[in-house]
């Protein structure tokens, strides 16, 4: 594809309920990550898969957390039991072998807890 | 992410001014070091990176400066203008984890 694209772009959810985020990586790419992005903190690292790894849930808070990989260049965000501090911006990311190597952004998908 | 520290976290200058922001990194074997700027509302862009087996990269008026023994590189931007203004994020991988960390940004503001 041209890019790495999320969506959706904008989602609200009540608190509790679990969300399902979507990203679409660049095809051939072997690494996408997931961050999140709120105000005064910057972007923190939540997960990430290589694309021998179908689910992977390494990201922190933990537990609530996981990145489904379906197909090679799809992966899914879930979130359990949201909570109002879940309120951030997500962004996935991708590069075409590892952390050497650049990253291709998504527009990100702004998540609202309410 | 606590293996990047960036500072400052906010920046005025005056526009044709030079604004220097500085990032370190704990991880003794990353290699690579990308800087991003990120517009309101907007995907961060990678704007430079630079490599370890380099010091200094230049393009145009972007500049990174990177000193491995110090373990900290930084961002040099000359003749600020007022696009310029965004937030810039830093970012180096940590390999023991496979992982990319970006520090916590800079908000820079060129005023008029």
């Known amino acids: 594809g041209a890019g790495v694209s999320q969506s959706p772009r904008y989602k609200v959810a009540k608190r509790g309920r679990d969300v399902a985020l979507r990203c679409d990586s660049i095809s051939g790419h072997v690494t996408l990550y997931w961050y999140r992005q709120t105000l005064g903190q910057g972007s923190e690292v939540l997960t990430y898969s290589q694309s021998d790894a179908q689910r992977d849930k390494s990201g922190r808070p933990s537990g609530r957390f996981s990145a489904e990989r379906p197909e090679r260049s799809v992966s899914t965000l879930k979130i359990q039991r949201t909570e109002q501090g879940d309120s951030a911006v997500y962004l996935c990311?991708?590069?075409?072998?590892?952390?050497?190597?650049?990253?291709?952004f998504g527009s990100g998908t702004q998540l609202s807890v309410l | 992410g606590e293996n990047v520290e960036q500072h400052p976290s906010t920046l005025s200058v005056q526009e044709g001014d030079s604004a220097v922001i500085k990032c370190t990194y704990s991880d003794s074997a990353s290699n690579y070091f990308p800087w991003y700027k990120q517009e309101l509302g907007k995907r961060p862009q990678l704007i430079i990176d630079?490599?370890?087996?380099?010091g200094e990269k230049k393009d145009q008026r972007i500049a990174v400066t990177l000193n491995k023994t110090a373990k900290h590189f930084s961002l040099h931007i000359t003749e600020t203008q007022p696009e310029d203004s965004a937030v810039y994020f830093c970012a180096a991988p940590l390999y023991n984890f496979n992982k990319f960390y970006f520090g916590s940004g800079t908000k820079l503001n060129v005023k008029p």
């Open positions: 990311a991708s590069t075409s072998i590892g952390p050497s190597e650049k990253l291709f």
């Open positions: 630079i490599r370890s087996n380099v």
